[in-house]
Every structure is written in structure tokens, then in C-alpha cells.
């Protein structure tokens, strides 16, 4: 090997070690954050549900207690696996209802039960039409 190249390699000073270590750990730290946003990890994730939050966030679009009570029915009976992009994307909502409605019309509920939850059902995508979800028909 070429003696110049030993002796620059040997004679490594203080700063270029102290840059190497800030590199390395910004690297580590960048690796680290990533990872803790990966989707399996994220907070709309199914198994980091937070109720909480999303009964924060379903009454600032507009929704009362009952409308939020059966969107969390919702999402416990269809086993929803991102129930924070129910109040972000009108289409995943309008889907999300319909096998709601359609699950209520094959329960064995009274008919006056049935009309109840069902306008319910459309008072919501009422209100996230109003609030200009993407993607929400009427």
C-alpha cells in the first residue's frame, strides 16, 4: 500500500472523528424515527386504536355522540383496519355505511329500530359531505 495513504489514515484527527460520530448517530437516529412510522407501527393502525382520538376528531367534522357511537360499531363489527381514514376519505366512509346498511337490514331489529340507525347512518355521510370529505357522494 502507498505509505502516504497509511500515514493521512493513521494520523485521523479529533474533528474528522467527532464528524464521523455526529454522522453516524444522526444515521442511527434517522433509522430509528422511520421505523417507528412504518405502517404496522402507526397510530391508525388496528391493534393502536385510539378512541379517544377519534371521538376528538369525529365531533370537530360535526358528529354527535350517537353518530359516533355507531362508526365505533362499525368499526368493531366490520373489523376496520384504519378507522381514522373513515373521517379522512369519503369513499372508505361511504363503503364502511353501506355494509352498515346492510347489515341492519338483515338484523332482526324492529322495523322502527331499522329507520332510526339508518338515518343515522345517512345523517353522517351528510355531514362529511358538508365538511367536504374527499371522495363523499351523496
Known amino acids: 500500500m502507498n505509505p502516504m495513504l497509511l500515514q493521512f489514515i493513521a494520523k485521523a484527527d479529533d474533528t474528522s472523528i467527532i464528524i464521523t460520530g455526529i454522522i453516524f448517530g444522526a444515521f442511527i437516529l434517522l433509522i430509528f424515527l422511520s421505523a417507528r412510522r412504518s405502517p404496522g407501527t ?3 393502525s388496528r391493534g393502536s386504536y385510539n378512541k ?7 365531533k370537530s367534522i360535526g358528529l354527535e355522540n350517537h353518530h359516533i357511537q355507531l362508526l365505533q360499531r362499525a368499526i368493531r363489527d366490520q373489523k376496520v383496519s384504519t378507522p381514522s381514514r373513515l373521517l379522512q376519505s369519503g369513499s372508505y366512509l361511504n363503503k364502511v355505511l353501506q355494509r352498515t346498511i346492510g347489515d341492519i337490514e338483515s338484523s332482526d331489529m324492529s322495523q322502527g329500530e331499522r329507520q332510526r340507525i339508518i338515518a343515522a347512518v345517512f345523517e353522517i355521510k351528510r355531514r362529511g359531505a358538508g365538511r367536504g370529505m374527499t371522495g363523499m357522494r351523496h
Open 42 to 44: 402507526s397510530s391508525t
Open 52 to 58: 379517544a382520538g377519534f371521538r376528538r376528531t369525529a
